[in-house]
């Protein structure tokens, strides 16, 4: 890999969403930890970085098997469902933070100096369209792929997304550049064969990966692109 991203010659995003662009990892934390209170069961940050975070959406499986009593009969959807109906609300609280405000209004002006953009994320469509209402935004980007738009199986880390986002905007590879905060978005990025950042600004998980990039924040790449591109 090279030591550094000649940022002249981008002229594609590929962005993800939740850890990237918006600060969702606590909201999503605690509205895990409301839905398992409904059944009078305890879920710790903790627990949430392990199962959820660090073992790839593992947290309900695990406590299903922990209180197989208490949750006979609740399916995984059950429970999913709780913990979305939760985090609607939240969602709408986490978009509006300044740093999340100040990341839409650098890519508006990416937008102006020609730079494609696709966003690529396992976000449902239902918090895009409030995404959307929220910043005025939905136009900027050229191409989207969301959790509803794959199959289960397709989902990141499969490099299926991306391959569907590069098809569509049709840039040279070696112009194109992803913004990523987790393993499993780098695993589907690297897989697509697009050189990839790591940002970890927002996350609470930690590690190294020497196939990505670093940087604090999807920001600091926003800026650096317009910088040299103006």
């Known amino acids: 890999m090279n030591k550094y991203i000649n940022y002249k010659n981008i002229d594609a995003?590929?962005?993800?969403?939740?850890?990237?662009l918006i600060n969702s990892e606590f909201a999503f934390c605690n509205s895990f930890i409301n839905a398992f209170k409904i059944?009078?069961?305890?879920?710790t940050?903790?627990?949430?970085?392990?199962?959820?975070?660090?073992?790839?959406?593992?947290?309900?499986?695990?406590?299903?098997?922990?209180?197989?009593?208490?949750?006979?009969g609740i399916t995984k959807e059950d429970i999913l469902a709780l913990v979305y109906k939760?985090?609607?609300n939240r969602f709408k609280e986490v978009?509006?933070?300044?740093e999340a405000s100040y990341?839409?209004?650098?890519?508006?002006e990416l937008k102006q100096i020609g730079i494609k953009m696709a966003l690529v994320t396992t976000c449902r469509a239902l918090y895009?369209?409030?995404?959307?209402?929220t910043y005025n935004v939905r136009d900027i980007f050229d191409f989207i792929v969301c959790r509803d738009d794959v199959l289960p199986s397709e989902l990141k880390p499969s490099p299926t997304a991306y391959y569907m986002a590069l098809n569509n905007l049709n840039v040279p590879i070696d112009?194109?550049?992803?913004?990523?905060?987790?393993?499993?978005?780098?695993d589907a990025a690297v897989g697509a064969g697009i050189r990839t950042i790591k940002v970890n600004n927002y996350t609470t998980i930690k590690f190294n990966d020497s196939r990505a990039f670093e940087e604090k924040s999807a920001n600091e790449v926003f800026k650096k692109i317009l910088m040299f591109k103006k």
């Open 128 to 133: 895009l369209d409030i995404l959307f209402e």
């Open 13 to 20: 995003l590929f962005l993800d969403l939740d850890g990237t």
């Open 95 to 98: 978009i509006i933070d300044n």
């Open 86 to 88: 939760d985090y609607t």
């Open 103 to 108: 990341s839409f209004k650098l890519l508006k």
């Open 39 to 43: 059944f009078d069961i305890v879920v």
């Open 45 to 72: 940050s903790e627990e949430y970085k392990t199962y959820e975070l660090e073992q790839n959406n593992m947290l309900i499986d695990i406590k299903k098997k922990e209180f197989s009593k208490e949750l006979n």
């Open 175 to 186: 112009n194109c550049l992803a913004i990523e905060d987790s393993k499993r978005g780098i």
